[in-house]
């Protein structure tokens, strides 16, 4: 059975940092993208980064420059470092793999950007 746990989200002040973190596990092999979503309240689910097999990044326009997505092959983890927070980023996150033909979900983690 897979699990995606998530870790890091919590209350932050605009300005601050986050660390997202997603460690995948149970038996899987070969996983492929990994990735982060979002969803606000209100609002779709949003991708905010990707990255390949191969370290390839992608990321929303919303937040390049401010977020790195970064994944640890031999953890099985993948991480968002997340700076200059801002109000507009409050939301859960969610971690996302894709393995074969399949694809996984965590069960979110609530960034709260306030002060």
């Known amino acids: 059975q897979v699990q995606l746990v998530e870790s890091g989200g919590g209350l932050v002040q605009p300005g601050g940092s986050l660390t997202l973190s997603c460690a995948v596990s149970?038996?899987?092999?070969?996983?492929?993208?990994m990735g982060w979503y979002r969803q606000a309240p209100g609002k779709e689910r949003e991708l905010v980064a990707r990255?390949?097999?191969?370290?390839?990044?992608n990321y929303a326009d919303s937040v390049k420059g401010r977020f790195t997505i970064s994944r640890d092959n031999a953890k099985n983890t993948v991480y968002l470092q997340m700076n200059s927070l801002k109000s507009e980023d409050t939301a859960v996150y969610y971690c996302?793999?894709?393995?074969?033909?399949?694809?996984?979900w965590g069960q979110g983690t609530q960034v709260t950007v306030s002060s």
């Open positions: 996302t793999i894709d393995a074969g033909a399949s694809g996984y």
């Open positions: 149970g038996s899987i092999f070969g996983i492929k993208g």
């Open positions: 990255i390949t097999s191969y370290g390839r990044t």
